[in-house]
Nanobody
Framework: QVQLTESGGGLVQPGGSLRLSCVGS????????MSWHRERPGEEREFVAR???????YYASPVKGRFTISRDNDKNTVYLQMDDLKPEDTAIYFC???????WGQGIQVTVSS
């Protein structure tokens, strides 16, 4: 059974940084494309970033240049380094593994002064 567990969220001031982690289990982590998505208040879930099995990265326009996705297959973990955070980045962040509707439970990130 696929399990994904996010951590690292919290409250940060505008311009600050956070690093989210997502640990996967129950599947061959290294064989899956991993991605991050978010739900901003009152909006639908949206794509944020993805990293494929060859470590190639792709970002949504609003976060490009500020967020960095990476993966450590030895630790079955995907990361999202978020720098220069803005209030509009406030959302619940979810990680996802390819191959089905494999989602984590989500973690809150709040950017506010």
């Amino acid at each position: 059974q696929v399990q994904l567990t996010e951590s690292g969220g919290g409250l940060v001031q505008p311009g600050g940084s956070l690093r989210l982690s997502c640990v996967g289990s129950g599947f061959t982590f290294s064989a899956r494309l991993m991605s991050w998505h978010r739900e901003r208040p009152g909006e639908e879930r949206e794509f944020v970033a993805r990293v494929n099995t060859r470590q190639e990265q792709y970002y949504a326009s609003p976060v490009k240049g500020r967020f960095t996705i990476s993966r450590d297959n030895d630790k079955n973990t995907v990361y999202l380094q978020m720098d220069d955070l803005k209030p509009e980045d406030t959302a619940i962040y979810f990680c996802k593994a390819s191959g089905g509707e494999n989602w984590g439970q989500g973690i809150q990130v709040t950017v506010s002064s």
